[in-house]
């Protein structure tokens, strides 16, 4: 304040020094609170973690904020994110209000105003840079496909489809296939930054038609090492790589993985001289399916061999075969092979082949006949579990049988059986030369058991 003493020593001179002393004395008494009060301030440039706590210092002013006078105040884009306390600048968090830098963005912004008797004075920067942590976990994006369809014959090494994962810290992402899930074994990640999924074994829709597999995304080079995981779905579509298979199917290996069938021998019986007639064979009637059942392309037939004497008509869509001409003489041609093909109209490529066996018979004028009405038998009860039935003179009882439809009435395709409503089939067996057989252990001294039998061609 001693600079008010000073004197003029002109009128008009006096006026303008006095001027420029009132002035001088204004700025003065500012600058000398402002030494120590809002010149001593600065732009603040500071940092911060991302999530910390409600009143964590950010920053301490050299200036002291506490002179009479002189009043520090907070305003800006950001400034609702801070409060001073005293020569402080401290966070302003709450429970709804958490300090992301993912949404908020890596710096806040605010300004430092200084007033002296409620002049602004001076106002300095607030530059805050939030600093990442790793708070967020990788996440697909929306558009991933969880499920696709591709064909059975999609090769080896194609890529099937591709996942993209982001992660809000920009953390790089790696991904790999779960080893655990149901159908890891046809899956591999060649480039594991990629996201490419690649078929790393041959499709078989015969044996899977659905897929299923796990791709896990993982922080690559972070100590959480958080990632997250999607199921994909596959549904095979069946490719034309199967031929045709004759049925009934007969089993030749089965595993968990495959199915290998062989063509049945299709067999039917014929009297000689026997014709115009559609055979019934055994042990079903011809038919082929396609090997592809989701294509199920149609199926014709074929005689491939054979029918050199021209016998056999086959009807190409129904497989069914009809005798046109009768074998004359069985002893000539006792039985007929065939071979048939089953083939894909809309590939005849694609085809199997079959066996056909057409066996001939004597003709059948005569009913066999045993050569007594009645047989007796006589057996020993004792411990033995087995034992033939004798007939008189100690010899084995023996069943024999006339047929006048061979030569000397000896029938080799005798088969010889128990009726029907015969008793004690539970004590007897008879074997197909025709002999008896029983359990002594479980017959009694004077028992008499009368058992019926059949003969049959």
């Given at each position: ?11 008009h ?12 004395c204004?700025h ?5 609170s ?6 001593d301030?600065q ?19 050299m ?26 600048i401290r ?12 949404s ?14 409620d002049t ?11 600093l ?15 499920s696709l369809?591709?064909?059975?014959l ?7 489809f ?29 480039l ?7 078929l ?36 095979l ?10 049925l ?15 063509s ?32 199920s ?5 074929a ?13 190409k869509k ?8 009768g ?5 000539i ?28 018979l004597?003709?059948n ?15 020993t009860?004792g ?40 008793n ?34």
């Amino acid at each position: 304040m001693a600079l008010i003493v000073l004197k003029c020593s002109l009128f008009h001179t006096r006026a303008l020094v006095c001027s420029l002393l009132v002035l001088l004395c204004q700025h003065t008494v500012t600058g000398m609170s402002g030494w120590g009060g809002c010149l001593d301030g600065q732009d603040v440039f500071a940092t911060v973690r991302e999530n910390s706590l409600s009143g964590e210092v950010v920053a301490e002013l050299m200036a002291e904020t506490t002179m009479e006078g002189v009043q520090w105040s907070l305003h800006g884009k950001d400034a609702d994110w801070f409060f001073l306390d005293g020569r402080n600048i401290r966070l302003n968090i709450s429970a709804d209000k958490v300090l992301d830098r993912e949404s908020l963005g890596p710096i806040l912004m605010a300004e430092l105003s200084c007033y002296e008797e409620d002049t602004l004075q001076t106002v300095y920067r607030v530059m805050v840079e939030i600093l990442n942590d790793n708070d967020n976990q990788p996440v697909f994006a929306e558009d991933t496909v969880v499920s696709l369809i591709i064909s059975e014959l999609t090769p080896v090494n194609t890529v099937i489809f591709t996942v993209q994962a982001t992660d809000a810290d920009n953390d790089k992402i790696i991904y790999f296939v779960d080893q655990t899930s149901p159908d890891a074994e046809y899956f591999k990640v060649d480039l594991p930054n990629s996201g490419e999924v690649i078929l790393s074994k041959p499709l078989d829709y015969e044996t899977k038609t659905l897929l299923t597999v796990t791709i896990h995304a993982s922080e690559m080079s972070t100590a959480e090492r958080f990632n997250t995981s999607i199921n994909i779905t596959i549904t095979l579509l069946d490719g034309d790589d199967q031929y045709p298979q004759f049925l009934p199917c007969v089993l030749l290996f089965q595993d968990e993985t495959s199915c290998i069938c062989t063509s049945p021998v299709y067999a039917v019986n014929v009297t000689e001289g026997e014709e115009d007639i559609v055979l019934d064979f055994s042990p079903g009637p011809i038919h082929a399916v396609d090997g592809d059942r989701g294509i199920s392309s149609p199926v014709s037939y074929a005689i491939l061999s054979g029918d050199d004497d021209g016998r056999f008509l086959m009807d190409k869509k129904t497989g069914e075969i009809k005798l046109m001409h009768g074998v004359r003489d069985r002893l000539i041609t006792p039985e007929v092979q065939l071979l048939v093909m089953a083939y894909q109209d809309d590939d005849p490529r694609k085809y199997s082949v079959a066996k056909v066996l057409v066996r001939v018979l004597a003709v059948n004028r005569f009913y066999p006949e045993f050569n007594m009405a009645e047989y007796q038998g006589f057996v020993t009860a004792g411990e033995s579990p087995a034992s033939l039935v004798d007939t008189y003179g100690s010899k084995a009882l023996m069943l024999h049988v006339e047929d006048q439809d061979f030569n000397h009435g000896f029938n080799p395709m005798i088969h010889f059986t128990f009726s029907p409503t015969s008793n004690h089939t539970d004590i007897y067996q008879i074997t197909q030369e025709g002999l008896l057989i029983t359990k002594p252990n479980q017959l009694k001294p004077k028992q008499k058991h009368v058992l019926e039998l059949l003969c049959l061609d």
